[in-house]
């Protein structure tokens, strides 16, 4: 276990390198927020009645927190530097050593996370501020402490399906195409662009049946009041469901793809 | 809207276009190295472009599944932009002053500026950091030719052209549902308003990319490029107060897709409003030449 702090603490040391690459992101990302922002305040400006039953502090409160739990688990460039590291040959030494790779690059996720929320938390932080008349908070402690709970396996569940689609750079020599693609998805079923349930439910439902909104979308919806008593509960345990399995998938793919593996450089 | 940003993350650690072959092409023996007068430089710039467009062609052709899978991707996230859109026009009818079909002609505009933007210029300034990293920016500075040129321009991207005609079937059907047959005028006011809207992208980004002869690598700048021009497929009857006439007079991403979009569709108050675009292209460009100058200045190379 030792060997593994040590990889988080040498984690750690390299992402403080990009602390102004971070916080010139965290500051550029708040700019689409505050279009979308903008878009949802004309809209409930020139109408009088909800959309799909958010009030517009709820939804602004939505996109706010979408922001944080983006910025506590997205993945940011772990998926390309894993095929980097198939591609060059670089995973060589992880077969030879007593390290286990799929560890060694939770713990590199985990680091990279850690200082990114430390620079990006200033700027987030200010614009939370200034936006606080609109921001809601939960109705309770318990429903925060589950939104916590949510926010770890979703960041699980961020980091194993990345994993697992890095691998793809076994068999394919090109996998950012791939990467992009689900992504896309992602990106959409996943709630980053609106609140899924004001699609069509019938929509809503199908989407509730994929993994992709237990990567972003069921964290937020609990601390915003839309998941609560019986769903919450069958919502965490699905998300679990899904974290187990997207680990055993990260987990088969590696072990198919090391048979494939032929060292290219090493 | 923050969905096209995050695709910048690999769009550096993707391609692998990181040598400097096309270098090799000032070389060349059918370009002239002597610079007699105005017009036989031109001459010999544009033989230039020609060769690197050559290059680019050939290069594209040899990886043609991923040069396919890339236009898929593109076309992904701009059908993802229109179904956000869709999703918001199916819980109200307007946002300010915009309908649904305005939107989706203003959705089309903007995809189409920036995918001719992203053919011409933007694989080769997100390389500028790149080439300021490994010292191969010495190269350039060393040929007989404008470096900004070179540093600009080396490399087309052809699948852009390819999402810039898909942009354009949708900016033809969202036309078709307003009932709007445009004029031969406002065709040609249109054609000048994009180009005006591709050289302000250009001279934004290199400002934005001129940063890395100090600071940040090259995955930051091209999300930081998505996330600020996202902005322009945002209807400019949302905005007000500073955002607006920041977006507008400083960083005119509120002008380069709304006043083509807004001349297509009839809702354009004032023709002021395309002079005042064709005022701001020009205010870019020359404070990019400006910015891209004081860059060079404190280049220091870095390896060699």
């Given at each position: 276990m030792r060997k593994y702090l040590h990889v988080l603490n040498i984690g750690i040391q390299n992402q403080l390198v990009y602390r102004v690459n971070f916080l010139f992101r965290a500051c550029f990302g708040l700019l689409p927020l505050i279009a979308m922002i903008s878009v949802w305040r004309t809209i409930y400006s020139g109408q009088s009645n909800d959309v799909g039953g958010y009030t517009l502090s709820q939804m602004i409160s939505y996109y706010l927190v979408v922001t944080l739990v983006d910025m506590l688990t997205a993945v940011n460039e772990d998926d390309w530097q894993i095929a980097a590291d198939i591609k060059d040959g670089n995973i060589s030494q992880f077969l030879v050593k007593p390290i286990d790779y799929m560890r060694y690059r939770l713990c590199l996720f985990f680091a990279g996370r850690t200082i990114y929320t430390v620079v990006a938390i200033v700027p987030v932080a200010i614009f939370f501020f200034v936006q606080r008349q609109y921001l809601v908070l939960p109705g309770d402690a318990a429903t925060f402490g589950w939104f916590a709970l949510s926010i770890v396996m979703t960041a699980l569940l961020q980091f194993f399906s990345a994993y697992a689609m890095a691998l793809l750079a076994f068999w394919v020599l090109e996998v950012s195409t791939f990467i992009f693609i689900l992504f896309a998805f992602e990106y959409l079923a996943g709630g980053?662009?609106?609140?899924?349930?004001?699609?069509?439910p019938a929509l809503a439902n199908v989407l509730n049946y994929t993994p992709f909104p237990y990567q972003l979308y069921f964290p937020v919806s609990i601390y915003v009041g839309r998941t609560s008593g019986a769903a919450l509960y069958q919502g965490l345990l699905t998300q679990f469901i899904w974290v187990v399995l997207a680990y055993l998938f990260a987990r088969f793919m590696w072990a198919r793809g090391i048979r494939k593996y032929s060292a290219v450089g090493g | 809207m923050d969905h096209e940003d995050i695709k910048g993350r690999g769009e550096v650690a993707t391609g692998g276009h990181g040598d400097i072959r096309p270098i090799a092409l000032s070389l060349h023996p059918q370009v002239s190295l002597v610079t007699p007068c105005l017009g036989g430089s031109l001459r010999r710039y544009a033989s230039l472009y020609a060769a690197m467009w050559k290059n680019s062609v050939v290069r594209e052709m040899s990886f043609k599944t991923n040069f396919l899978l890339w236009i898929f991707v593109e076309l992904l996230w701009f059908a993802l932009q229109l179904s956000f859109f869709a999703v918001i026009y199916s819980h109200t009818d307007h946002i300010g002053d915009w309908t649904k079909w305005q939107v989706v002609l203003l959705i089309g505009t903007s995809h189409f500026v920036q995918q001719i933007f992203q053919a011409l210029f933007l694989t080769n300034i997100t390389q500028l950091s790149e080439l300021i990293r490994t010292g191969k920016l010495d190269f350039m500075l060393l040929l007989p030719v404008n470096t900004r040129f070179i540093v600009s321009l080396r490399q087309v991207d052809l699948g852009g052209f390819v999402n810039a005609a898909s942009a354009l079937v949708v900016i033809g059907y969202a036309l078709h549902r307003l009932d709007i047959t445009p004029g031969m005028g406002q065709f040609a006011c249109f054609a000048l308003l994009m180009v005006a809207g591709v050289l302000i992208h250009y001279s934004l980004m290199l400002l934005l990319a001129s940063i890395s002869f100090w600071t940040v690598r090259a995955q930051s700048i091209v999300w930081g490029y998505y996330s600020l021009f996202n902005i322009a497929r945002f209807p400019d009857a949302a905005f007000s107060g500073f955002f607006k006439v920041f977006f507008t007079f400083a960083v005119p991403m509120l002008l380069v897709a709304n006043v083509p979009a807004r001349l297509l569709a009839h809702t354009l108050t004032t023709p002021a409003r395309m002079v005042l675009v064709a005022l701001m292209c020009v205010v870019c460009f020359v404070v990019s030449e400006i910015g891209w100058r004081f860059a060079l200045k404190h280049y220091t190379s870095a390896s060699s």
């Open positions: 980053h662009l609106f609140p899924l349930d004001i699609l069509p | -």
